[in-house]
């Protein structure tokens, strides 16, 4: 039986869109008879999972992101070594030698250039990172990017790692997130008070600067009244038309409730947020830099289009007045299945 090791400081289901993202891997894997297991310091699945796996848990200390990520990794490191007989599959900055090394976090050189004006005060840290970043890579044998924009960045800022990365298109829980749930679009509004008259913009992310929700804010007040924008992720203080529903359970619902999906972001080697509205059936407008742009089809989705406050506007505008068919939405990524991402995995480990 192949043994197969996933790596990354929390993996598993309700703790975030790239741990769930190592946790559904997990499941797949279980399902394909490989023997599996986890070296993580936090690990959340259901029981009848954690019986099939093998756990090698990590102890988390220190204060601080990076100070915490380097004890998290000289830990990891001591397990590892022992488990010489495992292909290591990590999806985290590990800075050394892996089978496939996933890239479901920013790229950080691509990061620092397009933060470069604010990361002045953060070089020390993002310097450890890049570093990190730059282990990882080119001890990896294989270089997973999710969207071809992760594989594009490799190309422009590590170039000797292009030959080895390969695209393989992470998945979609269909089962949570579909266009029948639009069936339902009235009577969840209901639920938080708005009508049919109301156009509800949805934003979601923990990094909400990086995202852009700055951008929206400063725009709304030039959109139409009916115009409203539902955030979240982060708590705030609420308005007439702006709504902070902070952490919520069954987000699929605001999915469905929503008329359009913003998110100016920075960058994001590819939102899973952006993905689960599409799949839902709710159009869409981000930007060049989220990796799930390369599905977005301009008038039957959704918009792809510069961080900037106009252009923004111009494409709620344009929402506010073109009819789009949730089934149609949902086609343009039906084809992003677990069991295709998994086996594409698979297929890069020489297992098949």
Known sequence: M???????PKIGFGIGGAESHAGMVVVKLLERGF??????????FPEEILKKLEVYKVRWRGFGSVPKQLLFIYQAKKILDNLSDYRLISFFRYPYPSDLFILCDPLVA????QKRSILKNFSFRYKILLSLEKEALSKAKKVVSLFSL??????????????????????????????ELKKFKEVFRKELGF?????LILFVGYDAKRKGLPLLLKILSDLPERVK?????????????VVYLGKVKEIEKYYAMAD???????????????LEALATGTPVVTTPYDGT????????????????EETFKKAILKALVLRFDPEKVYQTISHLTWDGYVDCLISQLGIL
């Not at 190309?155 to 949570?176: A, H, L, N, Q, S």
């Not at 924008?229 to 038309?241: A, D, K, N, Q, Y």
Request: charged share 30%.
């Open 2 to 8: 192949e043994k197969l090791i996933l790596l990354r």
């Open 35 to 44: 023997k599996v297991g986890v070296v993580a310091h936090t690990i959340v």
């Open 110 to 113: 691509f990061l620092q250039k």
């Open 150 to 179: 992760g594989k594009d960045l490799v190309k422009e800022f590590y170039p000797e790692i292009y030959e080895k990365t390969i695209v393989c298109y992470r998945g979609m829980d269909f089962k949570r997130f579909n266009p």
């Open 195 to 199: 009508s049919k008259e109301d156009f």
């Open 229 to 241: 924008l539902l955030v979240i992720g982060i708590e705030g203080r609420s308005t007439s038309r």
């Open 260 to 274: 359009l999906f913003a998110l100016p972001t920075l960058y994001d080697p590819g939102a899973l947020a952006t």
């Open 293 to 308: 742009s390369e599905f977005v089809r301009e008038g039957i989705n959704g918009f792809v289009v510069e961080r900037t």
